[in-house]
């Protein structure tokens, strides 16, 4: 079992940055592939990025890459997602999510969640 809950969501405005984290709890949670999902509203939940459990890979969504950027701190079971140049159409809510293998964007793949922290982003 990993338990997964985000913080570090909020208000900010167009053009500056917000960092989130994910505490992963759970005896084998650094084992695990993390990922970051976000869903605005009125729409599907989508994938933003993946990494892998030790970090040396990474994924991103072509909506951010250049501008987000995913990490983890194993010593401290923390997942990061750094967001930079943030715009209107990334508000949503972020939620982190943990696989075992692969680093792929289907949810359904994903099989452990966190309950999510509301971004948005005025312009």
């Known amino acids: 079992q990993v338990q997964l809950v985000e913080s570090g969501g909020g208000l900010v405005q167009a053009g500056n940055s917000l960092r989130l984290s994910c505490t992963a709890s759970g005896r084998t949670a650094n084992n695990y592939n993390m990922g970051w999902f976000r869903q605005a509203p009125g729409k599907e939940r989508e994938f933003v990025a993946a990494?892998?459990?030790?970090?040396?890979?990474?994924n991103y969504a072509d909506s951010v890459k250049g501008r987000f950027t995913i990490s983890r701190d194993k010593s401290k079971n923390m997942v990061y997602l750094q967001m930079n140049s943030l715009k209107p159409e990334d508000t949503a809510v972020y939620y982190c999510?943990?696989?075992?293998?692969?680093?792929?964007?289907?949810?359904?793949?994903?099989?452990?969640w966190g309950q999510g922290t509301q971004v948005t982003v005025s312009s």
């Open positions: 999510a943990a696989r075992y293998i692969g680093l792929g964007p289907v949810e359904r793949e994903y099989e452990y």
């Open positions: 990494i892998l459990s030790t970090g040396s890979t990474t």
